[in-house]
Structures are given as C-alpha cells and as structure tokens.
C-alpha cells in the first residue's frame, strides 16, 4: 500500500499546527529568574518523590 506525500507545509502556516509563542512566552522562556525558579521548584519536586519512595 503507498502512501501519498504530504505537500509542502509552510512553518507558521495555520496548517502547520504549532503555536508560535507570543510576547509573555517569550519572555518566560528568555528569562533567567523565571528559569532559576522554575529549576529550583522541579528539583524540590523531584527530591520530595524520591525520600517519599525511600520510606
């Protein structure tokens, strides 16, 4: 059974289905204490799932 191509989708067409990032992600995404914080709350997660498993 063949399958047919898919034609040339151009990025950030709305057929392309990916949302592009608006201004505030943007930001989030570029800025340093946000990404600091963000680090240091998966890592509290991370460290409170693995003493929980530990009894």
Known sequence: ????????????????????????QKFLRTCVIYQLFRFIAINIRMTVLILKSHH
């Not at 063949?2 to 990025?11: D, L, M, N, Q, R």
């Not at 067409?13 to 990032?21: A, D, L, Y």
């Open 1 to 24: 059974m063949a399958t047919e191509h898919v034609s040339h989708i151009k990025p950030y067409s709305p057929q392309f289905g990916v949302m592009i990032p608006l201004g505030f």
